[in-house]
């Protein structure tokens, strides 16, 4: 699986932006894909999260700091997903990269996704 991340960029507070992860090759619609994302001189941290199930439909699951901000959806048409970041603040500076995991489930540790994109930066200006 190869995840590849556009969308990042400079944008004022309270603005918005929205990313897109493109992959190819082996994918699964009912494996979770997620945004993660590592602010400088920080650790990497989980952002969001979808699964799509065949009778759930998509499932998502967010970091507190971006509930109500941030929306992850999911085209499995096109093998895509999105994270659609509203109301941005400079705290949400940072690379953000796409994962992709092998396992089923809703999962938000890093070390449970096996494929990762090459990452996209968001810079917020106050």
């Known amino acids: 699986v190869q995840l590849q991340a556009s969308g990042g960029g400079l944008v004022q507070a309270g603005g918005s932006l929205r990313l897109s992860c493109a992959a190819s090759?082996?994918?699964?619609?009912?494996?979770?894909m997620a945004w993660f994302r590592r602010a400088p001189g920080k650790e990497r941290e989980f952002v969001a999260t979808?699964?799509?199930?065949?009778?759930?439909?998509?499932?998502?699951h967010y970091a507190d700091s971006v509930e109500g901000r941030f929306t992850i959806s999911r085209d499995n048409a096109k093998n895509t997903v999105y994270l659609q970041m509203n109301s941005l603040t400079p705290d949400d500076t940072a690379v953000y990269y796409c994962?992709?995991?092998?396992?089923?489930?809703?999962?938000?540790?890093?070390?449970?996704?096996?494929?990762w994109g090459q990452g996209t930066k968001v810079t917020v200006s106050s």
């Open positions: 090759g082996r994918t699964y619609s009912g494996y979770p």
């Open positions: 979808i699964i799509t199930g065949s009778w759930t439909g998509d499932i998502t």
């Open positions: 994962a992709a995991s092998s396992w089923s489930g809703l999962r938000t540790a890093s070390g449970e996704y096996h494929y």
